[in-house]
T-cell receptor
Framework: KNQVEQSPQSLIILEGKNCTLQCNYTVSPFSNLRWYKQDTGRGPVSLTIMTFSENTKSNGRYTATLDADTKQSSLHITASQLSDSASYICVVITFSGNTPLVFGKGTRLSVIA | DGGITQSPKYLFRKEGQNVTLSCEQNLNHDAMYWYRQDPGQGLRLIYYSQIVNDFQKGDIAEGYSVSREKKESFPLTVTSAQKNPTAFYLC?????????????FGPGTRLTVT
């Protein structure tokens, strides 16, 4: 069964600190992997899209990594800001099936002053 | 939120009543989707549409209905048959359904049924 597991479920960090969120998947065949940021009560917004051949991709203070061999991805946030407080959702896209997007449950990040 | 609008942002209904959630996009996207989000769970696909006048059930379609009469619009009706309708509903669109292109989400509608 295609699954995406994210860890930790929630995380609290001090403003200015770095953090890393994890995403493990069993989705096959693999097309691409995306990280979304979802503010409370809002729709998700795309941060990065990674294809099979990409190992690292950055978007400002956000850096995503992908290891297609171990089926793991991480999202690293540098110098966190209060506005980074949100849920971060990992989504893996497969070529097959009626529902090609497989969503993780997300990691809830709280950045405190 | 891109060019996708959902209305209303909050919706309250009595149990047993049908309710329709609006979703409009001006991105000229062919594919549109409805997801349901519950606390502690990932997004779950309710219905999707690849082209006008065509739509397909997702993983949790029971108790819901949709229509796609126009490319820009994909309303979702939550019927009285939906056993647990209270949730956050998200509409999305993309250029195609295969997942090749970026999927853009609307701001969501929070439905509360009492």
């Amino acid at each position: 069964k295609n699954q995406v597991e994210q860890s930790p479920q929630s995380l609290i960090i001090l403003e200015g600190k770095n953090c890393t969120l994890q995403c493990n998947y069993t989705v096959s065949p693999f097309s691409n992997l995306r990280w979304y940021k979802q503010d409370t009560g809002r729709g998700p917004v795309s941060l990065t899209i990674m294809t099979f051949s990409e190992n690292t991709k950055s978007n400002g203070r956000y850096t995503a990594t992908l290891d297609a061999d171990t089926k793991q991805s991480s999202l690293h946030i540098t110098a966190s800001q209060l506005s980074d407080s949100a849920s971060y959702i990992c989504v893996v896209i497969t070529f097959s099936g009626n529902t090609p997007l497989v969503f993780g449950k997300g990691t809830r990040l709280s950045v405190i002053a | 939120d891109g060019g996708i609008t959902q209305s209303p942002k909050y919706l309250f209904r009595k149990e047993g009543q049908n309710v329709t959630l609006s979703c409009e996009q001006n991105l000229n996207h062919d594919a549109m989707y409805w997801y349901r989000q519950d606390p502690g769970q990932g997004l779950r696909l309710i219905y999707y549409s690849q082209i006008v006048n065509d739509f397909q059930k997702g993983d949790i379609a029971e108790g819901y209905s949709v229509s796609r009469e126009k490319k820009e619009s994909f309303p979702l009706t939550v019927t009285s048959a939906q056993k647990n309708p209270t949730a956050f509903y998200l509409c999305a669109s993309s250029m195609d359904r295969a997942g090749t292109y970026e999927q853009y989400f609307g701001p969501g509608t929070r439905l509360t049924v009492t």
